[in-house]
């Protein structure tokens, strides 16, 4: 398998940048991930689970490594007070470095047929706003998605061919980096969200990875060994 696509999200649960290449290190690529929107009545990290509506938005990293905001209009801010205009609450772009305590995020207690769920909180990765330690870099295969839009899984590496699963346990080189793939990514009601481009809501989405995959879609994978990825790099399990 070869890196067909390489994807970084500057900011939790906004659309990401697609690049050629990327240093990537303990917390993953480099940027990904590295803010947030907090809500600043609850505390709550704010994921596309909660609030679809950032999925409409996308982030980005300027050149002086902070991120700012695409909003659906076209506007690009940084300013908490326009976010917070934008999405009907008081809201907070914060950085990873500045964040150092706990972050709590919202997930689905029950999956159901519709818009309405139970709700619990959990608590979130260090360092960068993953959503577990566990699970610096995720990567999924062309063959594993079929005819499902890529964009839905939000996977950093797309690789073409098949056989991801088949590397939890494993290290494999990527690149100069070395990953250790550590296990598959459970999939929530993420993966049913609408998103610009055509995408729709779609709770068959989610039945069919809890029907053929256990839940399932995607591996995790820790970076013992830093390097560089670029699109075209094979590879190989160590």
Partial sequence: MRVQELWRYPVKSLQGERVGAADVGPEGLAGDRRWALFDRSTGFGLTARRHPDLLFASGRLRADGRAEVVLPDGTVTADDDVLSDWLGRPVTLRSADAERGPRQYENPAVVGD???YDWDAFEG???AFHDSSRIRVSLVSTGTLGT??????RANVLLDGEGEDDLVGSAVRLGTAVLDVVKPVSRCVMVTRPQPGGIGRDTGVLKTVHRQRGGELAVGALVPVP???AVGDALARL
């Fill in 114 to 116: 519709d818009a309405e």
């Fill in 125 to 127: 990765a260090r360092g």
């Fill in 148 to 153: 499902w839009d890529r964009r839905r899984f």
């Fill in 227 to 229: 390097g560089r990825v």
